[in-house]
């Protein structure tokens, strides 16, 4: 029997061979040509990236596929003219699609995108990049092993104040030498609520393809969609969902991409406050030694005390970061920043637009020139970001109960004023640092050329750098 394109696909990919389809040439290979692109997922952040690619000169929405026959139905009202399928390795296979759009659930990212980088097709995938960091070292080797395109979605580095921050952070030395940095993640979420018997999935949904890789564990919160974020096996909390971004940004602005991944890590949090279903922690706080400039991230999805609709006080922006230099300040966040100097007095704003849609021209010219260097968050520098994030999750899961002598080993004053700052925080909610709901870390030693942990405490460590895939859904090992 003959077997068809995604057939082979799925043949190949269930052998391990990697030549099952030979990379096509990009039928658009040229300026003038439209570029078809397929969305893996039509969910609210896939929604937001089709207005954004819409807006693309030569970009044409081509294929729409979701797990979800109803979000699938709704997407393909937007677009009548797209095809529509319910299986990624699908659209994956089609001949009408040239480049992929990987807005799924953080544990499909690396996944997704490595299958259609092995098809030969150019992927843009949402961040952060990985739920792991293995898989996120094997996806950056499917971009080189089949000389893909592969761009997160981090778009902030697309937007033209960067380059702006950058010149005057490091060429002018405005504010003299960077010192230290903080970063922040503040913003209330409500409950995910936690039901006494396991969810029952919507016939609507093919359950099995939802789950792909990760475990089938009956799910007790009240929705499929979107809480996912907020259970191990299949998000990475509120630190891979927005404080990729705030990260991100600092590695870009502070560091200049010059520090991969921190060498040590030390950290911790709790969920409190909700008594829900969910899992990763809405207080989280971590410090990573750099070797040069130390950072620390604070993190909270509570409001400053109970009832209350603000988030809790703490020094610049909510969703951003501080760079404290010799002379001064200076405060970022998404689409603009100001500069302070050592009084206090701003000196000097930034605006920006956030990179909406710049970002996606931007993989997309990169797609037509083949050339991944003119990429703005090539996977390379993606993964790097997402690892922040996969370490400070480490940190808060190896973590034990909170003590004010294990977290004393730290002798930083940013490290002690942000303690300090959780400790008010979570005091307004009735819960001590000094509780089995707050979790700390022992220091975490990284070694940054392998992506082990090392040292003493590495076996901790090291058994969560790697998750178990389930069978048929394993991300292959290429690096």
């Known amino acids: 029997m003959k077997l068809n394109r995604r057939q082979t696909l799925i043949a190949g990919l269930a052998a391990g061979v990697t030549t099952a389809i030979a990379p096509r040439t990009l039928r658009a290979a040229n ?31 081509a294929g729409l596929c979701d797990v979800d026959s109803k979000r699938l139905g709704l997407a393909k009202e937007r677009f009548p003219k797209a095809q529509g399928w319910s299986d990624l390795r699908d659209l994956i296979a089609s001949d ?66 960067q380059a702006e921050i950058k010149k005057f952070l490091h060429e002018e030395k405005a504010l003299g030498e960077i010192t230290s940095a903080r970063v922040n993640r503040y913003g209330i979420r409500p409950s995910i609520g936690k039901r006494d018997t396991p969810l029952e999935i919507d016939k609507n949904v093919a359950y099995d393809l939802w789950l792909g890789p990760a475990q089938d564990e009956p799910i007790y919160r009240k929705a499929l969609h979107y809480d996912w974020h907020w259970v191990w096996n299949t998000g990475s909390g509120e630190m891979g969902n927005w404080g990729v971004h705030v990260l991100d940004d600092c590695r870009n602005n502070v ?29 989280h706080f971590a410090y990573f030694d750099t070797g040069s400039i130390p950072v620390v ?28 230099c010799e002379g001064g300040r200076y405060e970022g966040q998404r689409g603009r920043g100001a500069a302070y100097d050592d009084k206090g007095k701003m000196i000097k704003e930034f605006k920006g637009n ?70 008010t925080h979570l005091s307004a909610h009735g819960i001590p640092m000094e509780s089995d709901e707050i ?37 292959p090992e290429l690096a």
């Not at 991230?297 to 404290?324: D, E, Q, R």
């Not at 520098?381 to 294990?406: K, P, V």
Request: glycine share 10%; proline share 5%; with cysteine.
């Open 255 to 283: 560091f200049q991409d010059s520090v991969a991944l921190p060498t040590r890590v030390f950290g911790g949090g709790g969920r409190v406050a909700l008594n829900d279903a969910g899992e990763t922690p809405n207080v």
């Open 96 to 161: 009408s699609i040239d480049a992929v759009v990987v807005a799924t659930c953080n544990h499909w990212h690396c996944l997704a995108a490595i299958w259609a980088m092995e098809a030969g097709k150019d992927v843009y995938v949402e961040k952060p990049l990985s739920h792991s960091q293995w898989e996120g070292r094997q996806t950056v080797a499917a971009a080189r092993k089949y000389n893909r395109i592969c761009q997160l979605g981090t778009q902030q580095r697309s937007d033209p104040m």
């Open 31 to 61: 300026a003038n040509d439209e570029i078809n692109v397929g969305f893996i997922s039509c969910g609210g952040r896939a929604g937001g990236l089709m207005s954004q690619f819409s807006k693309v000169p030569g970009v044409n929405i």
């Open 297 to 324: 991230i604070g993190l909270s999805n509570l409001p400053s005390a109970p009832g209350s609709k603000s988030s809790p006080k703490h020094p610049g922006p909510s969703s951003g970061y501080i760079a404290y």
């Open 354 to 423: 956030s990179g909406d849609v710049l970002h996606q021209a931007n993989f997309i010219d990169a797609v037509r020139t083949r050339d991944r260097a003119s990429l703005n968050a090539e996977v390379e520098l993606g993964n790097d970001s997402t690892g922040w994030c996969n370490l400070a999750n480490i940190a808060f899961r190896s973590g034990e109960n909170f003590t004010n002598a294990a977290a004393s080993q730290l002798d930083s004053p940013l490290w002690k004023s942000l303690l300090n700052e959780m400790d």
């Open 439 to 475: 979790k700390l870390s022992p220091i975490l030693e990284l070694d940054p050329e392998t992506e082990q942990f090392v040292g003493e405490h590495a076996e901790a460590g090291n058994a969560l750098l790697k998750r178990q895939y389930r069978t048929g859904y394993e991300v």
